[in-house]
């Protein structure tokens, strides 16, 4: 499924495409972002083809496990922990996972995560909030479970194109068999960039997540 009803700001620059492929972010260059507020990506308001794309994710179930990557700060997991589902996210951004904490004064504990050497786990008191401060090459089934439901914005968009094959792979191995992915990605002419469509490119026939284009 596409949702073309967003606006169509993400689209990238054609002469972006090429050196997009190989740029690299590295886990120091988000780091700093956080640190130095460039977080642009961040957004005070629930993501409108959430609340749009709803019925798709939850598919008639309540009280899924429902998975962020590259969660930042997101919004949408608080309004997703009180609808009564249970959210798990991963983030290399500790100060990030604080300030969502923070801002939606939250309780919470911290522990260290068995298996992941320097990683914590940052969860809410309620517990129905648990936030994994690592990276997410570093997770496993074995270690998160797996997932009703994957909600990725800003996510699959933000992962080094290199590393892409590894988190479609990863992904894969953190879904139950019914569950729901819903993916926000860009879109753009695929005659005018003959690279094809690289962002969500890799998704493609593996998944079958429903695609949100914003
Ligand atoms: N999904 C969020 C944030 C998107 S920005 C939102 O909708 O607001 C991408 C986030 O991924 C950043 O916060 C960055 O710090 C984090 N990140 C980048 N690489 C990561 C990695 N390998 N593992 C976990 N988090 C990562």
Redesign the pocket.
Same mark, same amino acid.
């Given at each position: 499924m596409m949702d073309r009803s967003a606006d169509a700001s993400g689209v990238l620059a054609g002469s972006d495409v090429g050196s997009q492929k190989e740029r690299v972010?590295t886990?120091e260059e988000?780091?700093q972002?956080?640190e130095m507020g460039n977080?642009g990506?961040?957004?005070e308001q629930g993501?409108p083809l959430l609340q749009k794309y709803l019925h798709v994710l939850l598919n008639g179930r309540s009280g899924l496990r429902i998975f962020?990557?590259?969660? &930042?700060?997101?919004v949408?997991m608080k309004w997703l922990a009180d609808m009564g589902h249970s959210v798990v996210g991963?983030?290399? %951004?500790e100060q990030?996972l604080k300030e969502f904490f923070a801002e939606h004064s939250l309780p919470y504990c911290e522990e260290p995560v068995p298996g992941i050497s320097g990683a914590k786990k940052l969860q809410s008191t309620s517990g129905n909030i648990s936030l994994y401060c690592? %990276?997410?090459?570093d997770l496993s089934s074995s270690i998160v479970g797996k997932f009703d439901g994957v909600w990725d914005? &800003?996510?699959l968009v933000?992962?080094n194109p290199c590393d892409r094959q590894r988190y479609v792979s990863l992904m894969i191995t953190l879904m139950e068999k019914n569950s729901s992915y819903l993916l926000v990605t860009v879109s753009y002419d695929p005659n005018k960039h003959k690279d094809g469509p690289a962002h969500w490119g890799p998704m493609a026939g593996q998944v079958l997540p429903t695609v949100l284009c914003s």
């Amino acid at each position: 499924m596409m949702d073309r009803s967003a606006d169509a700001s993400g689209v990238l620059a054609g002469s972006d495409v090429g050196s997009q492929k190989e740029r690299v972010v590295t886990e120091e260059e988000w780091l700093q972002k956080w640190e130095m507020g460039n977080i642009g990506f961040h957004k005070e308001q629930g993501h409108p083809l959430l609340q749009k794309y709803l019925h798709v994710l939850l598919n008639g179930r309540s009280g899924l496990r429902i998975f962020f990557p590259l969660c &930042g700060k997101a919004v949408e997991m608080k309004w997703l922990a009180d609808m009564g589902h249970s959210v798990v996210g991963v983030e290399v %951004s500790e100060q990030a996972l604080k300030e969502f904490f923070a801002e939606h004064s939250l309780p919470y504990c911290e522990e260290p995560v068995p298996g992941i050497s320097g990683a914590k786990k940052l969860q809410s008191t309620s517990g129905n909030i648990s936030l994994y401060c690592c %990276s997410i090459y570093d997770l496993s089934s074995s270690i998160v479970g797996k997932f009703d439901g994957v909600w990725d914005r &800003g996510a699959l968009v933000a992962v080094n194109p290199c590393d892409r094959q590894r988190y479609v792979s990863l992904m894969i191995t953190l879904m139950e068999k019914n569950s729901s992915y819903l993916l926000v990605t860009v879109s753009y002419d695929p005659n005018k960039h003959k690279d094809g469509p690289a962002h969500w490119g890799p998704m493609a026939g593996q998944v079958l997540p429903t695609v949100l284009c914003s």
